[in-house]
């Protein structure tokens, strides 16, 4: 489980460690900001695709 997580989160890369504790440093410091992130993820496989295709993806033209 932890190869995959890090296959997916670093793809292959060399971990950088004071680069992740700035970031969670500035994450402690304004929560809002992870907050927001986590309101506009997309957690749900193909949603953005699918409202593509339904014309409800505001940023994107339909072809």
């Known amino acids: ?3 995959l997580f890090r296959i ?6 060399s971990i950088d460690m004071d680069f992740l504790w700035y970031r969670l ?3 402690l410091e304004k ?3 992870s907050v927001h992130r986590m309101l506009y993820g997309n957690f749900i496989p193909f949603k953005t695709i699918f409202l ?3 014309g409800k993806y505001a940023g994107i033209k339909q072809l």
């Open 52 to 54: 593509y295709f339904h």
């Open 8 to 13: 997916i989160l670093f793809k292959f890369g």
């Open 1 to 3: 489980m932890f190869t």
């Open 31 to 33: 929560p809002e900001y």
């Open 25 to 27: 440093q500035k994450n």
